[in-house]
């Protein structure tokens, strides 16, 4: 498209440093974890209505679209468990086999403190 007398091109890459076709990737894998997970894996009462990712998709990028790494919370739960070592802590509990896949696959030595 011309405009300004300049040729703009459209980008492979968003403005903030995204794939395009990231979004859509994740939000598919959010609706798979929330359908998988029909109820809130925490409290057990309320309907999934939210992914939380137990190990965060900004310091492990490659863990963002990983099924492990994906659990259904409602919207109360989810906020208990963003940000809280609390949280992961819980998981690794609940859950001993997928935190363990999920730290192989992030290739740290985690701890839970």
Same mark, same amino acid.
């Given at each position: 498209?011309?405009?300004?007398?300049?040729?703009?091109?459209?980008?492979?890459?968003?403005? =903030?440093?995204? $794939?395009?076709? !990231?979004?859509?990737?994740?939000? +598919?894998?959010?609706?798979? #974890?929330?359908?998988?997970? *029909?109820?809130?894996?925490?409290?057990?009462?309320?309907?999934?209505?939210?992914?939380?990712?137990?190990?965060?998709?900004?310091?492990?990028?490659?863990? =963002?679209?990983? $099924?492990?790494? !994906?659990?259904?919370?409602?919207? +109360?739960?989810?906020?208990? #468990?963003?940000?809280?070592? *609390?949280?992961?802590?819980?998981?690794?509990?609940?859950?001993?086999?997928?935190?363990?896949?999920?730290?192989?696959?992030?290739?740290?030595?985690?701890?839970?403190?």
């Amino acid at each position: 498209m011309k405009r300004g007398g300049r040729i703009r091109r459209r980008r492979a890459v968003s403005r =903030r440093g995204k $794939a395009w076709g !990231l979004r859509d990737q994740s939000r +598919a894998a959010s609706l798979a #974890a929330r359908e998988r997970d *029909r109820v809130c894996q925490r409290c057990r009462q309320e309907p999934s209505t939210e992914a939380h990712h137990v190990f965060p998709k900004g310091k492990f990028p490659d863990l =963002r679209l990983v $099924a492990d790494n !994906l659990i259904g919370l409602c919207g +109360a739960c989810h906020r208990w #468990a963003d940000g809280q070592a *609390r949280g992961k802590r819980w998981f690794a509990e609940t859950f001993p086999e997928r935190y363990a896949r999920l730290k192989m696959l992030a290739g740290v030595e985690l701890r839970l403190s």
